[in-house]
């Protein structure tokens, strides 16, 4: 059975994912709108922008920009409910599903290099001389 990653192992994982997403052609994601698109893409169900302000306990507007920004980017999109026209669903898009494959993709490697030995922080310095 295997044993679930320790905390640093985890934190590096989101370390390696950060700096590959950061590294590579495409879209820099803040933390928010990173958390609003996971949500409409891992969670099941039509999501709103109150929905998402509840789900991530953050203001309307904030998701409101959050979605601004994924919109430019075509990862997600806003379409009124036609059941509620009060009521703005969001939707998934084609790039944003390959976005979230990418994703996978580089979580995976951050996870196989994440398994190596990781040299303690230090150990591979030269005391300094007083």
């Known amino acids: 059975m295997a044993t679930p990653p320790s905390a640093d192992q985890l934190v590096a994982i989101l370390r390696d994912t950060i700096v590959a997403l950061v590294r ?54 806003r379409k009124v409910d036609p059941m509620d026209r009060r009521s ?22 951050a996870v196989t290099t994440s398994k190596k030995p990781v040299m303690a922080e230090g150990s591979g310095r030269k005391a300094a001389s007083a």
């Open 88 to 109: 703005v669903l969001v939707q998934r898009t084609l790039k944003g599903t390959a976005f979230l494959r990418d994703l996978r993709g580089i979580m995976t490697e």
């Open 24 to 77: 590579r052609d495409g879209p820099d994601l803040s933390a928010r709108q990173l958390g609003v698109f996971l949500t409409c893409y891992l969670q099941d169900g039509a999501h709103t922008v109150r929905g998402l302000a509840a789900e991530l306990n953050v203001s309307k507007p904030a998701i409101t920009r959050a979605l601004d920004r994924l919109g430019e980017l075509d990862l997600a999109r």
